[in-house]
């Protein structure tokens, strides 16, 4: 069993900056491993240096990130594919008439996604 933190507002894999971007390195073997991970996301956080900064919009990106960090929730992997997970429908670049609906996970990497232009430029 694995477990993933997600936002859920939006079911999309919060990615641990430490493990990479990609949420595939945000997967925890355990639910401790997947706590412990959270407490340290919200422990850097709250000890952000942004917030003695002198410029308003430095406060104001802290004062975000802290609050979607607070927002973050633990979930069993099977679980969240099965019931939490939400998909979007894209187009390809080519698909001018919009005639071939692609339905995706919110978590696609770009570089995956027929409607962006890293899709074909690999």
Known sequence: MT????NPETSK????????KSYLKAEYATEGAAK??????LKKAETNPNFDSKYDWDVERAERDLAYVKKLKIAE???YHDCIE???????????????PIRQSVNTPAYMDPGCESYWSM
């Open 13 to 20: 894999i919060a990615s641990n900056p430490a493990r990479g």
């Open 36 to 41: 412990a991970a959270l407490t340290r996301m």
């Open 86 to 100: 939400q998909f979007e429908t894209t187009y390809s670049m080519y698909d001018k008439e919009r005639k071939n």
């Open 3 to 6: 477990y993933y933190i997600y």
């Open 77 to 79: 992997s099977r679980l």
